[in-house]
């Protein structure tokens, strides 16, 4: 496989639903309510098939957020997966809570997880404006100062005991949401940083900082990525949510936290509002039009000297696309961050292959993370073909798609398309081609108007 221009490729995942294995009766498909209800040994399947995928398609990391609870295996579980994993070159980078999110082990009664940490000592929670304990601090998103001593040393204490007790690629560092704590010792560590930023953004250098510092000698072997909520348009940011913009034109993190550390740029909305329609990208693969973008000028480059971009577009986190076809955003994401110069892509693998909207979602990053200037033909001739049939099929399959996204369907296309699905019965009955054959089953229901996406996976 060609070398990339992106040496991190990651799918970023919450244990409790990436669902590669559909029969468990504790599968939800949501993200917001964390706690992991299907089996222990169903965890282990669902990321060994996601590490397999990745591995078939160069994508060479997985974050995984609930990589330690007790009600999946705890470490046994864990380091079993990691192991799994390294034999197949996909590096497992655990999900740490830096401020929340459970700390390092993300639930169940352990020295390093936050809810344990905060109940022997409740007196190092953060607090809110009025003083009383933060109302966000339940299980399992306990909330920690990042400026008490006490909670330093556990910080530092904590990456440590990770990094010894399992053979991961990195970490995916997350402070809780651009969180502030509003403890005297907080409020006196922010006031010595003599910065006009936001205090969300203090609090993050807060956070981050002893982690980081701790394990700098690890940097240049380890890929240790933090998240900054936030895209790198300098303008005042929204911290009301995840917006465009950063605090200010070169926040204190890109500054102060060790330079081999890799800045997760959350780039979901500074791609267009508006979408390159899919078939603009048919025959062109940088139209001029892709620069035609306020949040994203065409010479905007981020300030940290290593940086990683976030695509939230089909998840249940960006207007609930979890379902949804995001190659074009997809194929936006890795051109603009190939020339922005970032270094690793990112988005979102928790939905099993076997629903074709994600398996086109992964086929696209896979390819436009190695070559982001290449047109959807060029991607149907080098990665699709080989889950299609052969390339002229490869290709009319994408001309069918771009009109099918974009509500242009012509009757050509119609008719194509009905021919397609019909070959694919025939060999399906023939006990050929069953895998292509979903594609193409998906995409004539796709061209008239038939398919509804939570059962669109034709298995």
């Given at each position: 496989m060609p070398e990339s221009p992106f040496p991190l490729r990651y799918l970023w995942t919450w244990d409790h639903c990436t669902n590669w294995v559909l029969d468990d009766p504790g599968l939800v498909n949501f993200g917001w309510d964390n706690r992991y209800l299907k089996r222990t040994e169903t965890f282990i399947k669902d990321y060994r098939r996601l590490i397999d995928h990745c591995?078939?398609?160069?994508?060479?990391?997985?974050?995984?957020?609930?990589?330690?609870?007790?009600?999946?295996?705890?470490?046994?579980?864990?380091?079993?997966?990691?192991?799994?994993?390294?034999?197949r070159g996909v590096g497992i980078f655990p999900g740490v809570g830096t401020g929340s999110y459970g700390g390092f082990f993300y639930e169940g009664e352990h020295p390093y997880n936050a809810s344990t940490w905060l109940k022997l000592h409740p007196e190092l929670r953060t607090l809110n404006t009025d003083g009383a304990l933060d109302a966000d601090g339940g299980k399992p998103m306990e909330h920690f100062c990042p400026a008490k001593p006490e909670n330093i040393k556990w910080l530092k204490e904590g990456i440590r005991w990770l990094f010894d007790t399992f053979d991961i690629a990195g970490v995916n560092l997350e402070n809780g949401d651009l969180s502030v704590s509003h403890t005297p010792e907080a409020k006196a560590a922010r006031a010595a940083l003599q910065s006009d930023e936001p205090d969300a953004y203090k609090d993050q250098l807060l956070s981050y900082q002893p982690v980081l510092e701790e394990i700098r000698e690890l940097l240049d072997e380890k890929m240790i990525t933090y998240a900054t909520y936030t895209g790198f348009l300098p303008k005042k940011a929204k911290l009301e949510g995840q917006g465009a913009a950063m605090s200010s034109e070169c926040p204190l993190f890109a500054t102060r936290l060790p330079e081999k550390s890799i800045a997760q740029w959350t780039i979901t909305e500074m791609l267009r509002k508006d979408p390159l329609p899919l078939s603009a990208w048919l025959d062109e693969g940088e139209p001029d039009e892709v620069y035609d973008n306020p949040n994203w000028p065409r010479d905007l480059r981020p300030p940290t000297k290593r940086s990683a971009g976030l695509v939230h577009q089909g998840s249940e986190c960006w207007h609930d696309t979890r379902y949804d076809v995001a190659v074009p955003y997809i194929k936006e994401a890795c051109l603009r961050a190939c020339r922005a110069g970032l270094e690793g892509m990112c988005i979102v693998g928790e939905v099993t292959s076997r629903h074709i909207p994600c398996a086109l979602n992964y086929l696209a990053f896979s390819h436009f993370t190695r070559f982001p200037a290449d047109s959807l033909r060029a991607?149907?001739?080098?990665?699709?073909?080989?889950?299609?049939?052969?390339?002229?099929?490869?290709?009319?399959?994408?001309e069918i798609l771009a009109g099918a996204y974009d509500g242009?369907?012509?009757?050509?296309?119609?008719?194509?398309?009905?021919?397609?699905?019909?070959q694919a019965h025939r060999d399906i009955a023939n006990g050929r081609n069953v895998e292509q054959s979903r594609y193409w089953l998906w995409l004539e229901a796709m061209a008239t108007g038939r398919t509804e996406r939570f059962t669109s996976s034709f298995f």
């Open positions: 591995r078939a398609l160069g994508i060479n990391g997985i974050v995984i957020w609930g990589f330690l609870r007790a009600d999946h295996g705890g470490i046994d579980a864990a380091k079993e997966i990691v192991d799994y994993a390294n034999e991607f149907g001739q080098k990665t699709l073909a080989g889950e299609v049939g052969d390339e002229d099929r490869a290709v009319r399959f994408v242009l369907v012509s009757d050509k296309d119609r008719h194509d398309a009905a021919l397609l699905a019909k």
